[in-house]
């Protein structure tokens, strides 16, 4: 094609996707080609067509990562241990029901369970630890494992993962994000980590879980494992095709789409992958952000990751497509070992919130606190209500005791 029809074929995708019209494989390999204002702002037109253009939103609550032991070993991954590898880790339910606690303090409402598949936990071991959440925060949404870890329960039990997660479910698990997922092209999965559990794996649990009603609170895209922008492609249409047909058959799909690019220094593909400069990594992030909003129209909700790209780069994306801004994650832990070491001199959750808040309003939105099915809960945030005590947490944690106390 000539300069100028390529310019005008990208032209045509960007109308197309702004009139909510789907885009076939070519027209989204057009966009990565799109000047970058012209794409942030179809993205966020669009994003303002489909979701409430006057607020971004945000959650309270907690990760805990249960295990690091992993039998997987993805080359990718700075996480994992071998189970008498030094460093290695598995919480008990006292550690883990001491990080809840700290998750309830600061007002959480979810909480994602996830770690590597470690064939020294017993399936029983999961279905106890359920039980004692559901029974001692039954307010609290749990979110739990991966596909990859459901596998690995298969394997373990020789059950299928149906039945497994029937019984995890019956438990009390609420929801399994569409983690595992980096990039769902087996030639990419295959590089990067062999053992990794295969794309027609992936969508067959994450369909069994939907099936069974279970929440799937996220699903996710991970670049720079030296993927070409059609395998990127390849993994935005299996996704937008799969919540089609998940919907379709169980009214029950992907509640949001988020994207960051992979950490890979501290990994065995650090030599095979170097790190792009910052700048490089910042600017694709944000163009992956603006594409999967055109692209996954299907998919309403789309987080900006700040852990990762930081507040600055999370601010543009609340411009260029995303519409909630990941809240406080693994808080609890770092809440908890600062308490444990006696620094805690400004309770951080307190701090982080403000961040996040300050984040949304730098970006021109009103910040929303929401549940994890997106529910509004306060429209003008936390930050300057009501506080708890004198740790001052949140506007949450005030209005919980209100209506215990005017129960
Ligand atoms: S399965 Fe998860 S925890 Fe295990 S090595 Fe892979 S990414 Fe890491």
Redesign the pocket.
Known sequence: MKVCDTQSFAADALDRAIAGKRLSREQVLALYEVPWPELAAAAHELRLQVTDPEIATYSIGGNIDYT?V?????R??A??RAGHQKGAFTLTFDEILGQMEEIRRIGGRDVLIQ???NPDLPFGWYLELFRLLKAGYPEIHVDAL?P??ILGLEKLTGRNAEDILADLKDAGMDGMPGA?AEILVDEVRART?PT?LTVRNWFRIVDAALELGLFNPWVSMVTGFGETPAQRVEHLLALREHQDLAMERHGNGFAAFKVWPARLEPTRLNDKMPAAPPDETSREYLRHVAVARLVLNNIRNHRAVWRTMGFGVAQAALRAGANDLCGTGSINAINAAMMATGKGVQDPAQLLIQQVEGCISAAGFVPALRDVRYNILSRNGVVGTALHDSAATSGVVARRKNEEANA
């Open positions: 690091n992993c039998v997987v070993a993805c990718f991954c996480f994992y770690g590597g598949v991966s990859e870890e595992s980590a990794r």
